[in-house]
């Protein structure tokens, strides 16, 4: 596998950058492992303490003019003041139960919030025992303006990223386990339906997000494994053995990093793959401008790279 060309690291002052946000000024937020919400110009630029919210802070979203949505994983969905941080709870219960594993959202012109929680059986950290035991339990929720939640799709395998297209026709969402994307139909004569988007990834698809050319950009952290799809096969029982399996003895996702971007039909006309020497585990994707910044779930660094011109296929 070859190196991508091109890229640079952008440390972030501290553990795990696992989704990125680009505002209009060009600067990238993300939230770190210790709670904190950072946010830096970029390379060499002075790295800011945006807010610390409670949970772990995963997908980020701009939520009005001068607030910040977080998916704050086992707490919920908060908000945080770009300007002065203060932190306020938006919602952390669905039906009179705790969120378990609120991951990622998208936010409409008029502040309804499409967002994913991911399993209602395990939270996050145990994302691993959640694909090994096929809890299908992942389930992409919407909250309206006047705080009214309903599930859209449900019966997921990890409910991971999510993106509303441009026209708002529609809204993405990410099936991790199932390596492929679903949408919900928001307009039209199919508004309420739902359907297989795009299927069979080489990879499983972690944050989605809307870029400014109008694509759907999708993070790879890991191509498919032929040992978790294996386990995935087997008997009910042997799957909870495997799931009981510590992290830190499970294999390792290979090194390679992954992005792809799709239309409206589902076409892939994007794609970086690679491998970034002191980055691996890419878990978010944000393009702006022409430029795509990098999230992820290990290390203590962004990255940043200009969007490639090639079209699908192709590998750097």
Same mark, same amino acid.
């Given at each position: 596998?070859?190196?991508? /060309? $091109?890229?640079?690291?952008?440390? %972030?002052? *501290?553990? &795990?950058?696992?989704? !990125? +946000?680009?505002?209009?000024? =060009? #600067?990238?937020?993300?939230?770190?492992?210790?709670?904190?919400?950072?946010?830096?110009?970029?390379?060499?630029?002075?790295?800011?303490?945006?807010?610390?919210?409670?949970?772990?802070?995963?997908?980020?979203?701009?939520?009005?003019?001068?607030?910040?949505?977080?998916?704050?994983?086992? /707490? $919920?969905?908060?908000?945080?003041? %770009?300007? *002065?941080? &203060?932190?306020?709870? !938006? +919602?952390?219960?669905?039906? =009179? #139960?705790?969120?378990?594993?609120?991951?990622?959202?998208?936010?409409?012109?008029?502040?309804?919030?499409?967002?994913?929680?991911?399993?209602?059986?395990?939270?996050?950290?145990?994302?691993?025992?959640?694909?090994?035991?096929?809890?299908?339990?992942?389930?992409?929720?919407?909250?309206?303006?006047?705080?009214?939640?309903?599930?859209?799709? *449900?019966?997921?395998?990890?409910?991971?990223?999510?993106?509303?297209?441009?026209?708002?026709?529609?809204?993405?969402?990410?099936?991790?386990?199932?390596?492929?994307?679903?949408?919900?139909?928001?307009?039209?004569?199919?508004?309420?339906?739902?359907?297989?988007?795009?299927?069979?990834?080489?990879?499983?698809?972690?944050?989605?997000?809307?870029?400014?050319?109008?694509?759907?950009?999708?993070?790879?952290?890991?191509?498919?494994?032929?040992?978790?799809?294996?386990?995935?096969?087997?008997?009910?029982?042997?799957?909870?053995?495997?799931?009981?399996?510590?992290?830190?003895?499970?294999?390792?996702?290979?090194?390679?990093?992954?992005?792809?971007?799709?239309?409206?039909?589902?076409?892939?006309?994007?794609?970086?793959?690679?491998?970034?020497?002191?980055?691996?585990?890419?878990?978010?994707?944000?393009?702006?401008?022409?430029?795509?910044?990098?999230?992820?779930?290990?290390?203590?660094?962004?990255?940043?790279?200009?969007?490639?011109?090639?079209?699908?296929?192709?590998?750097?």
């Amino acid at each position: 596998m070859v190196h991508l /060309a $091109g890229v640079t690291l952008v440390p %972030v002052g *501290g553990p &795990a950058p696992e989704d !990125v +946000l680009v505002d209009g000024s =060009g #600067r990238v937020y993300t939230g770190l492992a210790d709670g904190r919400v950072v946010r830096t110009a970029g390379p060499g630029a002075t790295v800011e303490t945006a807010a610390r919210v409670p949970g772990r802070p995963l997908g980020l979203e701009f939520l009005g003019d001068d607030e910040l949505l977080v998916c704050a994983s086992d /707490a $919920g969905l908060v908000a945080i003041s %770009v300007t *002065g941080g &203060a932190v306020r709870t !938006v +919602l952390d219960r669905v039906d =009179g #139960r705790p969120v378990l594993a609120c991951n990622n959202a998208s936010v409409g012109a008029d502040g309804t919030i499409w967002f994913t929680d991911s399993s209602t059986r395990y939270p996050v950290p145990r994302w691993r025992t959640d694909l090994v035991r096929r809890t299908a339990s992942g389930r992409l929720l919407r909250r309206d303006p006047d705080g009214a939640v309903t599930e859209l799709l *449900g019966g997921l395998e990890f409910a991971n990223g999510v993106a509303l297209a441009a026209d708002g026709s529609y809204v993405a969402v990410a099936e991790t386990g199932a390596c492929r994307l679903h949408r919900v139909w928001l307009t039209g004569p199919r508004a309420g339906s739902a359907e297989v988007f795009v299927d069979g990834l080489d990879g499983y698809p972690d944050n989605v997000a809307l870029g400014s050319d109008g694509l759907v950009w999708v993070a790879l952290p890991s191509p498919r494994s032929r040992l978790l799809a294996g386990v995935q096969r087997m008997p009910s029982a042997l799957r909870a053995a495997v799931g009981a399996v510590p992290d830190r003895a499970q294999p390792r996702p290979a090194p390679t990093v992954s992005v792809v971007a799709v239309d409206d039909s589902g076409r892939i006309v994007h794609e970086l793959r690679g491998t970034v020497p002191g980055f691996r585990m890419l878990t978010g994707v944000r393009e702006r401008d022409g430029v795509l910044w990098f999230g992820s779930i290990e290390g203590d660094a962004v990255a940043t790279v200009p969007r490639p011109a090639q079209s699908a296929g192709a590998v750097p």
